[in-house]
């Protein structure tokens, strides 16, 4: 996860087009799956996972050497917490993951003859809804704390696999991702979330990382910034 | 399959946190498929077979070097068996396997908006669906032999794989697992079991798991436990 | 794909293990696809793709350090021409894969309540017909030949996507495998073939293997065997 | 990707071969997937994008060792430009990619009894079309590039799995490569696309990879060529 060879603004830039792209991947197969699926949802939603999954793992083994590939907040601020980046770099990395995923909603649209932004009217409330975004947050920190200290190499392919596998084990279909969540707010189609329902979105997907952040704090027995440091000085061979 | 680095209390909470993680995939995307699926039972039992196929695969990458990522009482029947874990240790990570079990289950009952727990209705009785659990454990229980002494680094993809095959070959879609047959049934959802089925199930499972652990012992000719032991020694370093 | 750790016995047996479970996955899915696709073929197919793929591969992982896991007499006999196993150990390995075929179609036979063995009435014949599977074995053989002297690592994978493609991008879904042809010829199932089609199958799945290895010994400048050997010896460390 | 180990005339035969089998994967399926998908588009093209992918990571993995298994122009251009390829083998390289292209259309026809080649009435123009297309190719160039200098091993699995999800996430199913445009007009199947809208695809494949290529630089900060080589040199042990 971490890597810190190329500078800040290469980092920067990595993380905004990566998540940029991942956005463009969500929200256009989304678009495209409900377009053809002749209303069976399911057929929509596998061309979603599909789609998501596939391009998920792709960005992560394109970016992740460049500048970790998180693409989400939640992610860059448990990175720094477990000795990662440094604080004063999150906000760099979350404005730029913010910008990308807003253009990356924009560029789907745009492929796909939408307007470039409009407000979601797709509902998701309720208690259950927040849950399945805290087990969804907990899962996916889950699998990049436990693989990127001690399974680096197949990380991407996990990340790809869990989040496909989320899409459909969760209520919510799993964002897990402030970022993502923000950006789909401003898509009236298959992947939207109307405006009101994402902060509870979001704090349930803080609430979740933290979790799993604390879980594995203590699997490691209490000393995980060395171990990460270790694992970054294997990445930069 | 066996590491030893972590203490025993971190193993097995760790196989607790993963199957339950495994169990919520399995019940939720179950419910989920059936669902969108508009009443096309294959569909509905794609979605299931991805998800579950992706979950168990990032979850082993994810646990995998913690506890061996076994999820499965007869898995650690057999690693003990293999001078992996100690005989000892079995009934912690059993314990640990099915209270997270039911607790997915749980989890994916809240996420989905039903009754914490029922007991399934859904019959799965005869001799085809017991012979089908046979061959589903024997070839689960093979593949992760063959791949764990010689392969190690693809396991993890390999059972994944394997389980999602598992779901389509055998006629029982693959249950191949003692806690999850037993959370499965007080789900009364998709992937439930009904209670009475569950012991033929449960042998079938584990005469599988003999048959191939004996299958392996004979090719490995004899010495199964050096071998184990250097997989090991491999994975600790 | 050439290892040779293991006794003539012991490969001989997990050639046969492995083909059978192949094949029950190939039969099983097949039935299991028919049976929930609620008459869309296309469905029926994806499930039978899907879990064909993926067997396929997490067998090889399972199986290609014991006995290379060629699981097809045409696989055998390029790789004893090849150099890889012994020419007078290409009958034990073609007796074993049949066997283990025809044994696999019975499992699967018994897992779903179809009579033990049944001739198949689905007619594959016409020029179109052999055309593809020389087309599918000529794909196939390039692929084993091309990743199993360069690229050892990920030839399961790419064996069991590549298959997984071939069911759909050739008419004949692909059966590239003598043993695989002649045992669904004994399946009255989706996956089943008429045994008056079976010769031109056999013939142009051969054609297609020797166009394979003749195009390869020609990239690798004649001079295959020391390279191969070279290629099994890194298997071996 | 760029390997020099082969002399010319084995790696232009590679490309043209790697081609021909990605094409007919690509029509292929088309052709199957809509003659079985009972008029659903998305069970159709879910069929097309399985196939697809799984045959370009096959395809990868098997040729890129002999000729970097572009198996498209400009692709081939961007590595000249990298420093990977010599110019001058830039003709010969587009030359076989593109007789490798039609004669793999023709091959699918042949299996799926279609003339052997027809000018498709697919008609897919405007500006959102052109614009996908910019993006598909600014995707896959961004991939290959990511990949290839500091992750090369997962390379051939990040590039099928970027094309599977773009077969979704752009309007016009991200045909990214001049060659499979070009032979894709040559098909009036699921696939094709409509002469007069190839000349708007080209330009804007070309732009993407352009653009694609310039991030990158500028992330390598201007010394991509020495990190190129030593990526090679490293392919090449």
Known sequence: MPVTRASLSRRVVAEGVGTGLLLAAVVGSGIMGE???GGNAAIALLANTLATGAALSALILTFGPISGAHFNPAVS???AWQGGIAWREVPGYAAAQLAG????????HLMFG???FAFSTHARSGGAQAFSELVASFGLVSVILGCARRNPDPTPIAVGAYIA???WFTASTSFAN?????ARAVTNTFSGIRPDDVPAFLAAQLAGAVLA???FRWIDGGEPGRQLRSATARDAI
Chains 1, 2, 3, 4 share one sequence.
Do not use: K, N, Q, S
């Open 77 to 79: 601020l448990v990175d």
């Open 165 to 167: 596998a989320a899409y």
């Open 178 to 182: 402030p970022a993502v969540t923000l």
């Open 114 to 116: 939408e307007p470039l």
């Open 101 to 108: 995923a807003f253009a990356g909603v924009a560029a789907a």
């Open 35 to 37: 377009r053809l699926a």
């Open 213 to 215: 952040t604390a879980l």
